[in-house]
Antibody, heavy 117, light 112 residues
Framework: EVQLVESGGGLVQPGRSMKLSCAASGFTFSNYGMAWVRQAPTKGLEWVATISYDGSSTYYRDSVKGRFTISRDNAKSTLYLQMNSLRSEDTATYYC??????????WGQGVMVTVSS | DIVLTQAPLSVSVTPGESASISCRSSKSLLSSKGITSLYWYLQRPGKSPQLLIYQMSNLASGVPDRFSSSGSETDFTLKISKVETEDVGVYYCGHRLEYPLTFGSGTKLEIK
């Protein structure tokens, strides 16, 4: 059974850093590109970043470029999102999701990040 | 950035009836490989999104065939036949044609 389990969220002050993790199981992690998608409270879905299956290519939305870093450890089947210089507008539930030929087909349960003083 | 415009904002449906949701793209979603890069997701209340349809018209694994999708290069329709109470939630269209990936603003389906 495919499982994606996010962790590392919580309350953080503006300007500080936080690192999210997504532990994957039930599939060969190193064969799939992965992504982070977020959802601000009562808002819609917003793509954040994507990483290729081997980590060689990464893509970011403009508003997080230079502040967020997506990475992966294929030996540990884990996806990461390092978030620096956090802003109030980064407050959201962050989902990790698996990118397959047929779309983003599995999603984690999400982890809440609240940026507030 | 590609803008995906969904309509209606919300729809209220009697169980057993059909519902349709529209998604219009600001740019053709037909890729150079001949794939139409349009996806539909359902987010049930309090849950994570789940993939319903990939590449415009293909049913994702485990999704009942009451769901179907069709369209052109820029205009798409998700149809739900014989709506059931479990279909309640917010439906999003999204694309994977290019970065940044974007989603529509969502259509909320409620049961009458």
């Amino acid at each position: 059974e495919v499982q994606l389990v996010e962790s590392g969220g919580g309350l953080v002050q503006p300007g500080r850093s936080m690192k999210l993790s997504c532990a994957a199981s039930g599939f060969t992690f190193s064969n799939y590109g992965m992504a982070w998608v977020r959802q601000a409270p009562t808002k819609g879905l917003e793509w954040v970043a994507t990483i290729s299956y081997d980590g060689s290519s990464t893509y970011y939305r403009d508003s997080v470029k230079g502040r967020f870093t997506i990475s992966r450890d294929n030996a540990k089947s884990t996806l990461y999102l390092q978030m620096n210089s956090l802003r109030s507008e980064d407050t959201a539930t962050y989902y990790c999701t698996r990118g397959s030929y047929g779309g983003y087909d599995y999603w984690g349960q999400g982890v809440m990040v609240t940026v507030s003083s | 950035d590609i803008v995906l415009t969904q309509a209606p904002l919300s729809v209220s449906v009697t169980p057993g009836e059909s519902a349709s949701i529209s998604c219009r793209s600001s740019k053709s979603l037909l890729s150079s490989k001949g794939i139409t890069s349009l996806y539909w997701y359902l987010q049930r209340p309090g849950k994570s999104p789940q993939l319903l349809i990939y590449q415009m018209s293909n049913l994702a694994s485990g999704v009942p065939d009451r769901f179907s999708s069709s369209g052109s290069e820029t205009d798409f329709t998700l149809k739900i036949s014989k709506v059931e109470t479990e279909d309640v939630g917010v439906y999003y269209c999204g694309h994977r044609l290019e970065y940044p990936l974007t989603f529509g603003s969502g259509t909320k389906l409620e049961i009458k």
